[in-house]
């Protein structure tokens, strides 16, 4: 817990829950440390963990401060990449808004190595994983409500490289909003510059007078730091103005020029030294062949320009000293100096400011935000020496002007303080419009006696609007929008016909209608979600995972979820030429997650004998619906699978109306070799804001689009969040290989049992096309993967055992 330090009684008076909390979810190997570039592997295990965190978290606020109902979060703010990614799930598992801060963006970083030129892209990111960490923060650009910025050029530079992110295009739809004009679908996130917080209650700026007596300037008896002798030494005069530059020897920094431009400007160099702290170093040679580089530019330049005594370039410094170097240059009525090439933000200008030190600064990035709240100096371009040395002449000869500088930036440091930070944070999340489950409105309780109650199961078909009946005949000549009707009056009938049974249903207490509220009374959850096998494998791995399982099966302690890309309407086919019931199944994540069906076998409720008995979650749709493209989604894919088609003249990818649904926009794609890879249509769509999932079946037949934050593995979490289905309880069995999210599939902390052997078919080479590799993303070595040769019962038993899903 993290307590005021202003207040040793705050969370007495408080009460416990007003506190703030660094909560460590364990996730990732136990016995070694792993830099974050190889966190990716685990970054499903963790979201599983935080949400089981939070959801324990929300019942006991729930019990203090929420009587007795659960406190949802308000936001989810992820920072960085992998922690964007983790918001980004469980913003999409929660129903909640997500924030995100990235720091530092990859493509940016990636730009600035291949700049350098001693990597190639493939080297840059075996080491960084750089395009693992692209595609996230992408991810959060698609999810995220509010994008966080230090400054402005993060905003215009470094996120305008990335798809999702176009200024002008933001502009315009901000604009369109504003009117009250459709954005056919089109989203993008705000972009808010708020620069971080420093902590300036422990300094204490003093006057400046060199006219009084040598010593610190506060005249106390203590004596001058010793970094202040260490710098002095250099100096024939050490009464001259102070220009401070404070950079490691990086090319980037720009020391190089500064030393030029004070070397070429006698007047600046007659009024003025200059201090160079570049980190610590013992010996050059030793040091990096970059930085080294650096350091010996440098030293010849000062040697070029006999600048000796007018120089100052410690060897070492500590981080506790550098508010004493700072403090040094202001009692000399100095100039600090950052001449960076593009200074991301530029903390250091804030602290040298806090202290009284007028600033020089390059024009190229966060500096400008910070010039134009604390109008304390001049900025200039990096790459003219000549600007630098007139700047800084300027305010070293022009006392007026110098004095002037350090009034304006010590009377508006405060803009750049913690409180200032949180006050404009807050202000930008309050604005955000609420979000969460929409059963929560209800008094649905998700604690279940150990009865298997009617009254609560026919409850919670009411309270969930569960009944919407999926059709077989629909007007295949008509047009989309007449479908479209069709499903909506079903829906509607659907609706009301359950809402006038449920009483009679409760006389007869029939419990018949609330067979998949079973989910949270089942003891372990087998999902079969094996992509990469012809349908008759597809049945027989479905028959002797039910034979391997038979007692707990007949116990009801185990129960069955069928994960597919498949439509429901393909499902009930397959089922049905297979003999399967579709009540033998607790619940079906159809089309790659967009859809969460219930089985329903009460012929009362069938429509026609052509309906499927299946009932579809009303309130996992609400659950993806974010930024759900609709109408304008689909008229852009249908217009970019038409232009597909034109370019290969030939009918190569086209949409499958029969298989799409109100979440769920479905192509067949009739020759793979001419369709694109699927990170080709993310980024098309993105670039058109068009927020989605594109997803191809394992054999590359068809092509799925679906809310962005929807997939087989979030409709798990789901089953979770709404029915208390522990994810750790569950055991997902999967093929050698699968569809487009087949790593989203392995991960997490639920068991895997991968099935191996020829039966298993190879993955069509659209998947070939990948933005990383999967061994990037998946760890095959947790604990929690087994594989299994074949899918004979006896083999499952034995897998199913060792997990502790079935009884030895």
Known sequence: MLSPISSENFGHEMGESSGAYIVRIPFGPRDKYIPKEHLWPHIQEFVDGALVHIMQMSKVLGEQVGSGQPVWPVVIHGHYADAGDSAALLSGALNVPMVFTGHSLGRDKLEQILKQGRQTRDEINATYKIMRRIEAEELCLDASEIIITSTRQEIEQQWGLYDGFDLTMARK??????????????????????????????????????DGEDG???????????????????????????????????????????????????????????????????????????????????????????????????????????????????????????????????????EAAAYGLPMVATRNGGPVDIHRVLDNGILVDPHNQNEIAEALYKLVSDKHLWAQCRQNGLKNIHQFSWPEHCKNYLSRVGTLKPRHPRWQKSNDSTEISEADSPEDSLRDVHDIS?????????????????????????????????????????????????RWPLLRRRKHIIVIAVDSVQDADFVQVIKNIFEASSNGKLSGSVGFVLSTSKAISEIHALLISGGIEASDFDA????????????????????????????????????????WGGEGLRKTLIRWASEKNNESRQNVIFEDEECSSTYCISFKVTNTDAAPPVKEVRRTMRIQALRCHVLYSHDGSKLNVIPVLASRSQALRYLYVRWGVELSNMAVVVGESGDTDYEGVLGGVHKTIILKGSFNAVPNQVHTARSYSLQDVVSFEKPGIASVEGYGPDNLKSALQQFGILDE
């Not at 989203?187 to 510059?193: C, G, L």
């Not at 909506?488 to 009938?493: I, K, N, P, Q, V």
């Open 173 to 210: 739809l901000r604009a369109r909003i504003k009117r009250g004009v459709s954005c056919f679908g089109r989203y993008m996130p705000r972009m808010i510059a708020i620069p971080p917080g420093m902590e300036f209650s422990h300094i204490a700026p003093h006057d400046v007078d060199l």
């Open 216 to 350: 610190n300037e506060d005249g106390s008896a203590s004596p001058d730091p010793l970094i202040w002798a260490d710098i002095m030494r250099f100096f024939s005069n050490p009464r001259k103005p102070m220009i401070l530059a404070l950079a490691r020897p990086d090319p980037k920094k720009n020391i190089t020029t500064l030393v030029k431009a004070f070397g070429e400007h006698r007047e600046l160099r007659n009024l003025a030294n200059l201090t160079l702290i570049m980190g610590n170093r013992d010996v050059i040679d030793e040091m990096s062949s970059t930085n080294a580089a650096v350091l010996t530019s440098v030293l010849k330049l000062i040697d070029k320009y006999d600048l000796y005594g007018q120089v100052a370039y410690p060897k070492h410094h500590k981080q506790s000293e550098v508010p004493d170097i700072y403090r040094l240059a202001a009692r000399t009525k100095g100039v600090f100096i950052n001449c960076a090439f593009i200074e991301p933000f530029g903390l250091t200008l804030i």
């Open 466 to 514: 569960l009944n919407l009946k999926l059709s077989l005949d629909s007007e295949k000549s008509g047009s989309k929008e007449g479908n479209l009707n069709t499903v909506r009056r079903h829906l509607e009938d659907a609706v009301q016909k359950l809402s006038g049974g449920v009483s009679a249903s409760r006389k007869e207490g029939s419990s018949e209608n609330g």
């Open 588 to 627: 079906f994540i159809c089309n790659s997650g967009s859809d969460l069906c219930y089985p329903s076998s009460s012929s009362e409720d069938m429509l026609s004998p052509a309906e499927l008995p299946f009932m579809i979650d009303l309130d996992y749709h609400s659950q993806i619906q974010y930024r």
